[in-house]
């Protein structure tokens, strides 16, 4: 579980920053068990940040709180765009990405101004269009 130490200290470095963990729930065929964790993990480290659920749109935004429960969905469309767009308005500093990388981001989108650590919950990990990758397995 090397993957709980870097976060861990990748956290531990943002604290009192605005920080956000956005969760692709465009589908239910993800390790909802690790994820569920991941959020925990967040919780308590730093439970002002900001919790969003988004497929091929944004289904919440909130701060974490004990009882925060993800809600999948089937359909398989996820895009990045909004949520990324999302972090970039409300002055994110930096966001947590889980998602297994196959969703839509356009060609033209320019790199955000934020740090951006995409969270991948599957053994084979795509080549992230900007930002940091993370294997959480």
Known sequence: MKWHKN???????RQGK???????????????DLIANIVTFF?????ETTLVQADFKIRTS?????????????????SYTLALEWAEEEKIETV????????????????????????????????APFGKVMKIV
């Open 18 to 32: 605005r920080l956000a963990l956005i969760v692709d729930t465009s589908t239910n065929e993800t390790k909802i």
């Open 62 to 78: 909130e701060q974490i709180t004990e009882g925060s429960e993800i809600k999948y969905h089937t359909h398989g469309k996820a």
């Open 43 to 47: 919780k308590e480290l730093t439970p």
């Open 7 to 13: 976060l861990l200290k990748i956290i531990q470095d």
């Open 96 to 127: 947590f990405y889980i998602t297994d990388l196959t969703g839509f981001l356009p060609e033209d989108m320019e790199v955000p101004s934020y740090e951006v650590y995409w969270l991948v919950p599957t053994e084979f990990v795509p080549k």
